[in-house]
């Protein structure tokens, strides 16, 4: 388990790290942009949502973090 949240961070890490490299962020930007930047969060807040509800669903309804995990081969 601790090696599974140290691989999660490390490339959450390294994803940002990436980012950045590639795209600095621009401190001063212009009033017409904030609206492009308002449009950016629809896809980051559903993409957090998908990810909270693997987590609740993997972890929680099949028992990853339970200590009884629920799977059947298909």
């Known amino acids: 388990m601790a090696y599974l949240v140290l691989f999660g ?3 959450i890490v390294g994803m ?3 980012t950045l490299i590639i ?4 401190w001063r930007t212009p009033p017409a942009i904030d ?8 896809p980051v807040c559903s993409a ?7 987590v609740y ?3 929680f309804v099949n028992g990853l ?3 009884h995990a629920v799977w059947t081969p298909k």
């Open 16 to 18: 940002m790290l990436i």
């Open 65 to 67: 973090f339970t200590g």
């Open 35 to 42: 609206v492009v930047n308002a449009l950016r969060v629809a």
């Open 23 to 26: 795209c600095p962020r621009r």
């Open 9 to 11: 961070i490390g490339t």
């Open 57 to 59: 669903h993997i972890g």
């Open 48 to 54: 957090w949502g998908f990810g909270l509800f693997l």
